[in-house]
Structure formats: C-alpha cells, structure tokens
C-alpha cells in the first residue's frame, strides 16, 4: 500500500490515498466491483468520507461515510467496512452496506486500518461545528453525560502504557481475571465475546486462550495502537481479535456476543462511572442469556474507628490558624480549610481490627440493572457496635463475582485480603460518634453521579439509644458530612497494620472475633481474614 498523500504532510488539502489490491461491494443486489483501485480519504463541509476509485480517477467509484462506519479485519490480507446508510425510496429505514477491501499484504492492511481510524477521530462529525448551533443526532450518552475535560483527561490517563502497566502488576486483579476465565473455558470455547473498555487487550487475549471464537475489543483511548501491537505480537491469538476504537456507546459490531468481559470497576466500584458503559454494552451488544464478567458487584461497608487518621486530616488544617502570617491573619479560613479536608474520601490500606461493626453491602446485578439505576444510590445503613469507642466513620470496600458455568470466582478488596490497586476507602467524620458494645448505629449513604465521571458521597450516622429500654429511645448523636469521589485523598505511604501505641485503651483493640462477617450468599468466607498472632507479635515488639 502505496501512501501518496498523507494530511498529516498536507493538512490543508485533507486527503490521503492508498493503492489497494481490489474492493467489492457486499450487497446481494450489487455486483460493483474494482481493481486495482485507490482508497481516498477526505474531509470538507464538516463531512469525512473515504471513496474507492480505479486508479485512472473514472467516474465509476464507491462512496463511504466514515461518520457511520466501520472497518473490521477479516484476515491478514482482507477486511470489511460496514456503514449504515438510508436506504433510496425512504428517509427512515437503514439497512447495513458492506464493502470487502483486499489488500496485497498485511502491513497494508494494518496501515489502512491505521488511518481509518486516525481519520475518524480527527474529523469526526460529532466535533464539527453544526450550522444554526444544532447538535448532531449522532452524540452519544456519553457525551451528554460527561463533561468534555474530565473525558478528555480520562481516555488520555488510561492511554498510557506505564498506567496499564499499574493494573497489569495487579496480580491479584489481574490473576483472579485469568483464572475465572480460565476455569469457565466452557462459556468462552466457541463464542463471540467482546471486551468492554479493553485497554491493553490483555482480557481479549485472555479469552482468546480460552478458545474463543473471535473477540471484539472496544477501546476508546490511544491505547488501541499499543493493543493491536500487542496483539500482533501474539499471532496465534491474534487472528482471532479485532480491536476497534471507539465508545461502546457509539460503535457498532457485525455481530451479537455470547460474553461481554470488562474491568469497569473504579474505587468504591462506582468511581469514573464505567459501569454505566459496561451496562450499555449490555444492551447493545449481548444476546438474551449471554454472559457477563464479572456477573455482580457488591459495594460493603462498615464503621470504624480510626484516632491516628482523625488527628492526621484535622492537623492538616493548622496551618489556617496563624495568626500572623507575614502580618496575615489566616484564622478566617480555618474552619473552610477544616471541612475541606474531611470532604476527601481517604483511600489506603486499613488494618481490618479498625472495624467496629459487622458489615454490610449494596449488591448491583450487572445482568439486569438499568443504566439509570447507576446514576443515584440511596443506601439505609444499621450496625450493632462490637466494642465501645469513638466512631470516626465509614469504612467501604467492594467485590465482583464472575459467575462462571463451571466456577465462580470473587474478587475482593477487602481489608484484610491481598491488596489490590483499588485498597479501600474511608469516609471520615469531621465530628466522631461515641458508641458502646451493643449500641444501635443507623444512617444513610446517598451518592449521586456528576459529570466530572464520579460522585458526590453524602453520609450521615448515628447513635441510638442503648440499654434497658432502648427501643423506646432515639438518637443520643449525629454527624454528617459531604464528600467528592473525584478528589480522594490517597494515602498509600501509612505503615499498616497498625502498631497499638502504648496509652491506647484496651477497648479500642478490636479484634478479628469480636466481628461477625455477614456471609450469607457468599462463597467468599475468607473477605476478612483474621491476623495471625505472629502479626499481632511483629505489630506489638
């Protein structure tokens, strides 16, 4: 494939041809065909359109618009572009028109490919300015719910290698990935999945060890060129593998799929709102009874008890209480600077003996949830207090399972079990709850999604009554507080577990026995594991 005019050279003429070995239409009707021909990329009035001609530039050619397009490989000399188009004697109906392009060798293929979707990014419709101010109708969900920066921002932070890497080297994400579809290679041998949010490509590769029959790997970042390198590097996967860039929102795929498989799991589960994507490609994409991995989530949460971290986010605001800061008074900004740091989620690695309550979770069934349903959680909390102490929050962590037809396997980031990249996070009260063993703890924890693709987190406990005559009492304390799952306060760097200073009360150690761990449903038992005394030894020497 011979590149005779590039738009990256010339932008001002805003084309670009390949020689191509031939081109065919699809269509049963049509028996259109040309060779050798030339493909012409161009773009003007705010259209992008890709045109195959013979090479003597005849009149007789055939047209696509890249807007409505899309291009698959078929094998290492051939693919397909399929678009939809209206049809002639109507403004409504649409029926699929495909052309079969051949290529007179494979790094001629995957140059067109490369410019095929160069093209479609650079000059796509949905960027180009309408007349009158319209908004094309061809703006996806995703764009109407998320603002242009934090996308922009998103698709470029999950475009970089050394990110992927980040993840990749969570063995215990990625391991449990490849053992639940290793072990369910019966829901993979044969069938067409597609891999939401694909990233690297290494859960296409996954299943295509699994013996799948081919994988749709939809990416929307610049991390697509990276996957179809790697991908090429593993020819014997590979072949069965079509990466396409591009939103699960806005693509469209030449086939249903018997599995989806994705990683849309955020901090808290929810945080960059890829679930909602994940459930879009739930609709778009699978066929009834198709499966999902993972299958559920489930969000857990639990009080606890924390001094150390209390008086670490409190003491960040001293600095606010100068009072003559080269002659300033800064006073009037500490009680700002005070709520400001208790509104970030802390997100570490907490030692489990900080709980002071069995948990409890919010399940989220990816099969039948409504994307709606994602946008708004309103959760009703209520614990029984193992231990007398001050509460300084609420402690959260997730778990998804991949329900497999021959195994099902968990993945968890409890505290406690191997630390994932996620950890756990914490929600901390800027005014701490005083609670004794026994005692009632209630409230609410209300998120609701913003465009900046997260959360803003509103949590409220409290302490009822206790005692003789307690289901007669009220509530002795609240406390409250405003949080934003965009701006966490990572705190990675904290030694953990936690060594018991010398003056702390016996009635702050909470030990692994004193909390019960619902496990009804769950075949996951080992959530919490409970610290060997030789830790408890190591922790106290």
């Known amino acids: ?62 047209n696509v618009d890249l807007s409505i397009s899309q291009l698959f490989k078929l094998g290492p000399n051939q693919s397909v ?16 028109r495909g052309v079969s392009i051949c290529f007179r060798n494979e790094e001629e293929r995957k140059n067109f490919h490369c410019a095929f979707d160069q093209w479609k990014q650079e000059f796509s419709v949905q960027e180009t300015t309408l007349q009158n101010g319209a908004v094309s109708d061809l703006r996806s969900k995703f764009d109407d719910k998320i603002e242009p920066s ?9 475009g970089q290698l050394l990110h992927q890497q980040n993840m990749l080297q969570d063995y215990v994400r990625t391991g449990t990935y490849y053992a639940a ?23 296409s590769l996954f299943a295509a060890q699994a013996g799948a029959k081919h994988v749709y790997a939809v990416e929307a970042s610049e991390m697509t060129e990276y996957a179809r390198k790697l991908i090429a590097g593993n020819p014997a996967l590979g072949e069965r593998i079509t990466i396409i860039k591009g939103k699960v929102e806005e693509v469209e795929l030449p086939e249903k799929a018997d599995v989806l498989i994705s990683e849309p799991m955020g901090t808290l589960l929810i945080n960059e709102r890829m679930l909602e994507s994940y459930v879009i490609a ?131 980031t409890a505290p406690g079990a191997p630390t994932t990249h996620w950890y756990q996070l914490r929600c901390v009260l800027s005014q701490p709850l005083y609670v004794m063993a026994g005692q009632e703890i209630t409230g609410r924890l209300h998120m609701v999604a913003h465009k900046a693709q997260s959360y803003t987190i509103h949590l409220t406990l409290s302490a009822k009554m206790w005692g003789p005559g307690a289901e007669q009492g009220g509530i002795l304390q609240t406390s409250s507080c405003k949080l934003d799952l965009k701006e966490p306060y990572y705190r990675m760097s904290q030694p953990q577990p936690y060594a018991m200073a010398q003056d702390q009360q016996p009635h702050q150690m909470i030990h692994p026995q004193d909390i019960q761990i619902q496990a009804e449903d769950l075949e996951e038992a080992e959530l919490i594991q409970p610290i060997s005394q030789n830790a408890d030894a190591k922790s106290n020497s």
């Open 1 to 62: 494939m011979e590149v005779l005019l590039g738009h990256k050279q010339n932008k001002e003429q805003k084309q670009e041809k390949f020689v191509l070995a031939s081109v065919a239409e699809l269509s049963a009707s049509s028996s259109s065909s040309l060779s050798p021909v030339v493909a012409r990329f161009s773009a003007g009035n705010g259209a992008v359109e890709l045109r195959f001609l013979h090479e003597s530039e005849a009149t007789d050619s055939i």
């Open 81 to 96: 572009c399929i678009s939809e188009d209206v049809a002639p004697d109507t403004t409504k109906a649409k029926y699929s």
């Open 282 to 412: 739930r609709d778009r994409f699978l066929l009834p009874n198709g499966r999902m991995f993972p299958t559920v989530g489930r969000i857990h949460m639990a009080p606890f008890s924390d001094e150390y971290l209390f008086v670490e986010i409190a003491n960040k605001a001293l600095f606010w209480q100068q009072q003559n800061y080269y002659g300033v008074d800064l006073t009037a900004l500490h009680g700002s600077a005070f709520q400001g740091y208790f509104s970030q989620p802390v997100v570490d690695a907490f030692d489990p003996r900080l709980l002071v309550a069995p948990s409890m979770f919010h399940l989220i069934d990816f099969t039948s949830v409504k994307e709606e349903d994602l946008y708004e959680f309103d959760i009703p909390l209520k614990f029984v207090a193992s231990v007398g102490t001050r509460i300084h929050g609420l402690a959260c962590w997730f778990d998804v399972l991949f329900n497999g037809s021959t195994v099902q396997r968990w993945l968890t």
């Open 181 to 203: 579809v290793m072990e369910n290679r019966a829901d993979f041998f044969g069938r067409v999945v597609v891999d939401v949010g694909a990233g690297s490509g290494i859960l």
């Open 150 to 158: 934090s996308a922009k921002m998103y698709f470029h932070y999950y």
